[in-house]
């Protein structure tokens, strides 16, 4: 007796016609009732099962067009270039910055984590971490999950003042003076974290403004900033005696004639109402 014989142009008609099909359609378009000839064809073929709908359906490569992000849908059913759900989550938050809140990756994936976070911690391929009384989702590696978390907080930190830092113009004089002051009783590497600090917390365009205000080269302000996002920090670090600015009351006159100079400047008269 003869075996059967089964085209696999069978299924890339179909699939070809319809998009996405369950396993029943496609023994049903190459007239088998094998689930193993099924997959034979596909692998064949090149295929993707769907991250979504518990895996049931499946579409040709040549079909699947991923996005930037390596995700592609055929109405509500979502594939990933990255196969199933467990390790699409996984390459998501092992790729962020910031790592994720399962919220975050429901929005961007389309379909519930929570199981495939709670799985990917139990077996030792993310940890999660608190942060502002949620769990954050982040790398399994120490290295890069310090990174993520230190990325997160910074954003997630409150400003200054309602609407963010002021910019240095509205700053009063006397604040001015006080900035300077304890600006310059730092260290370098204590100046240039300083002023990377405030310009994260102020935002696009923070190095310029915090470089006129501290009288810093942008560059020195930028480095600062990387150095914090990257934690590149040398805690040990210390100058020998003797080495560094001098103390406060050792000023060099320069320090001390900007502070004279702004806190003598008299502020512009109030407009008297009418």
Request: with cysteine; hydrophobic share 35%.
């Amino acid at each position: 007796m003869r075996t059967p014989s089964f085209h696999v142009e069978s299924i890339r008609s179909w699939l070809q016609n319809h998009m996405v099909a369950t396993l029943p359609e496609l023994k049903q378009a190459l007239g088998t009732e094998v689930g193993m000839t099924v997959f034979r064809k596909l692998r064949e073929l090149g295929y993707h099962s769907s991250y979504s709908h518990r895996g049931q359906y499946y579409t040709l490569e040549e079909i699947a067009h991923f996005d930037e992000q390596g995700l592609w849908s055929h109405h509500d059913i979502w594939f990933s270039r990255h196969g199933t759900l467990l390790n699409s989550v996984e390459f998501f938050v092992q790729d962020s910055p910031a790592g994720y809140f399962s919220k975050e990756l429901e929005a961007l994936l389309h379909v519930s984590v929570k199981e495939a976070l709670l799985q990917l911690v139990a077996q030792d391929r993310l940890t999660r971490e608190s942060v502002s009384n949620r769990f954050l989702y982040c790398s399994f590696e120490p290295a890069l999950r310090r990174q993520q978390l230190l990325a997160r907080r910074m954003s997630q930190a409150q400003p200054l003042r309602p609407g963010g830092t002021p910019p240095p113009e509205t700053v009063s004089q006397e604040a001015k003076a006080a900035i300077l002051l304890f600006f310059s009783l730092l260290d370098e590497q204590q100046r240039r974290l300083y002023a990377g600090l405030q310009s994260l917390l102020m935002g696009h365009g923070g190095d310029q403004q915090i470089a006129g205000l501290l009288d810093l080269d942008p560059h020195t302000v930028a480095k600062g900033r990387h150095q914090l996002l990257e934690q590149d920090v040398l805690l040990d670090r210390a100058r020998n005696s003797g080495g560094g600015r001098k103390p406060v009351e050792n000023k060099t006159p320069e320090v001390i004639q900007a502070i004279e100079r702004l806190l003598s400047r008299t502020p512009p008269e109030t407009p008297s109402r009418v």
